[in-house]
Structures are given as structure tokens and as C-alpha cells.
């Protein structure tokens, strides 16, 4: 099992930056790549960035230049730093862990942190 936490949500006005962090406990030796979504009620969730263990990111187009993914592998910490935040990127952000098994993705999730982007 991987235990995740997250931190760093809150209020911004737009414009302003906050920076996510991820706290990952438990098996995380077991987990292939770690991850940013977010989910606004009544919406699906939705991916924005991932970073495999040796660094590689991956980006939702509509994000890329606007937030960045790194990690630090000795606290077993995720980050996603996000810069000149929009009202349209208030929502609620999740931590992903992912595993891949035989049968396809084993997805761990945080509790998830609210973002909130004043206009």
C-alpha cells in the first residue's frame, strides 16, 4: 500500500503562484510514475502533469509553461509548482500514484487539496 499526502492549496488571486506538494509513505519503491490531477465538482478528473523516477515529465498541453512537475526522491515528495493561476484552474488537485501490474494501472490517490483562483 502507498499512503499520499498533499499539501499546499489554498486561496490566490489570479495571477499568482502556489506550489503543490505531495508526500508519498508506505511501498513507494513500487510506484512507476507519480502524478497532478484535478477534478472540478461534477466534472472528471483530469490529468496535468506526471514524473517518472528518474525525472521525465509529462504535461497536459494547456498547462505546459505554466506549471511545473519535480520531485525529490529522498523525501519522497512530489511538487507541482504553478505559476500565473487562472480562475478557470480553481479546483480540487490530486496526488496520483500509479503502478503498472499485469492486469493495467494501479492508481493510489491523496485526499486531494482545493485551489482557489479569485478573479
Known amino acids: 500500500q502507498v499512503q499520499l499526502v498533499e499539501s499546499g492549496g489554498g486561496l490566490v488571486q489570479a495571477g499568482g503562484s502556489l506550489r503543490l506538494s505531495c508526500a508519498a509513505s508506505?511501498?513507494?519503491?513500487?510506484?512507476?510514475?507519480m502524478g497532478w490531477y484535478r477534478q472540478v465538482r461534477g466534472k472528471r478528473r483530469e490529468f496535468l502533469a506526471s514524473i517518472t523516477p528518474v525525472g521525465i515529465p509529462n504535461y497536459l498541453d494547456s498547462v505546459k509553461g505554466r506549471f511545473t512537475i519535480s520531485s525529490d526522491n529522498a523525501k519522497n515528495t512530489v511538487y507541482l509548482q504553478m505559476n500565473d493561476l487562472k480562475p478557470e484552474d480553481t479546483a480540487v488537485y490530486y496526488c496520483?500514484?500509479?503502478?503498472?501490474?499485469?492486469?493495467?494501472?494501479?492508481?493510489?490517490w491523496g485526499q486531494g487539496t482545493q485551489v482557489t483562483v479569485s478573479s
Open positions: 508506505g511501498n513507494v519503491d513500487s510506484i512507476n510514475t
Open positions: 496520483n500514484g500509479r503502478r503498472w501490474i499485469a492486469t493495467g494501472p494501479l492508481d493510489y
